[in-house]
């Protein structure tokens, strides 16, 4: 097939001479009646995409801040199935990409839930437990239907291992930042842009950092380099504090830094 919507979206960013941010946001957080206007006021904010966590009772790939976002949703009540209605109900122009994890889609089905994530204008999916080697649980029900399976690739990994996934990569690469779990980071590892450098050099689709940016400085830092970013930890705290121009300055961050 053609390539994928979603990484038209980022070279779409990347071709103005800008990174591309993508935001994360759980859904749920605040009440399920408030998903499509988060949606929206992101949009309209200038995010290229926009990452939709699940709550889950176990996620393992989750910092302190999400899993307590996690946390107030699933006392809501919020599942995967009734995100996936409440997307149905209200399509949106941007790209928006599922992070779940592997049990709740087994759980739902994955026939079924791809075709649910294709009626609710899903076009990536993001399963931070499911091994490469393992992609063809989800991968081969994805074919055809312009849903990107997004890797993970974490600082850890041989240069071997980088390259297998970078190379066979859709949608884009998401580059761990940290070796550990999601959340606020006021430090990076010393090679860190040596490591986003290397999969730039042998990715075919755009390299984006994540886990632990949380201030513009960082994103600037980031976007100087990599071809986007994502943040995760800081969204839903401005959400939760109803902080909407702390949002708005991270994005428009990764405005003024050009990757090269």
């Known amino acids: 097939m053609n390539e994928f919507t979603l990484t038209m979206a980022i070279r779409k960013r990347n ?6 941010f993508i935001p994360y946001m759980m859904a749920g957080d605040g009440g399920l009646d408030m998903l499509h206007e988060r949606i929206s006021f992101l949009e309209e904010a200038g995010a290229d995409a926009i990452e939709i966590g699940i709550p889950f009772s176990d996620p393992v790939a989750d910092g302190e801040v999400i899993q307590e976002a996690g946390s107030r949703a699933l006392k809501r009540g919020v599942t995967l199935r009734k995100v996936m209605s409440e997307l149905q109900a209200q399509l949106h122009s941007i790209p928006l990409v599922v992070m779940t994890y592997l049990n709740p889609v087994l759980a739902y089905g994955v026939s079924e839930f791809v075709e649910d994530c294709k009626r609710a204008g899903v076009k990536g999916l993001i ?5 490469h080697e393992e992609r063809g649980l989800l991968s081969d029900a994805l074919i055809g239907k312009d849903i990107a399976l997004v890797p993970l690739i974490s ?8 390259e297998k996934n970078a190379r066979k990569a859709e949608g884009f690469v998401y580059a761990v930042t940290v070796n550990g779990i999601t959340g606020v980071r006021s430090s ?8 986003l450098t290397v ?5 075919n ?10 201030t513009p400085e960082q994103v600037r830092h980031f976007s100087s380099i990599a ?3 994502i943040v995760g930890s800081a969204i839903v705290t401005a959400f939760h504090e109803e902080n909407l121009e702390k949002i708005q300055s991270l994005i428009e961050a990764s405005r003024t830094a050009v990757s090269q």
């Open 15 to 20: 071709e103005k001479g800008q990174s591309a």
């Open 127 to 131: 399963i931070p437990d499911l091994p």
């Open 155 to 162: 600082l850890t990994s041989s240069l071997e291992r980088i």
């Open 188 to 195: 990076f590892a010393s090679d860190l842009m040596d490591h």
């Open 199 to 203: 999969l730039k050099g042998v990715s």
């Open 205 to 214: 689709v755009p390299v984006l950092a994540g886990f632990g940016i949380s």
């Open 227 to 229: 071809d986007g970013v």
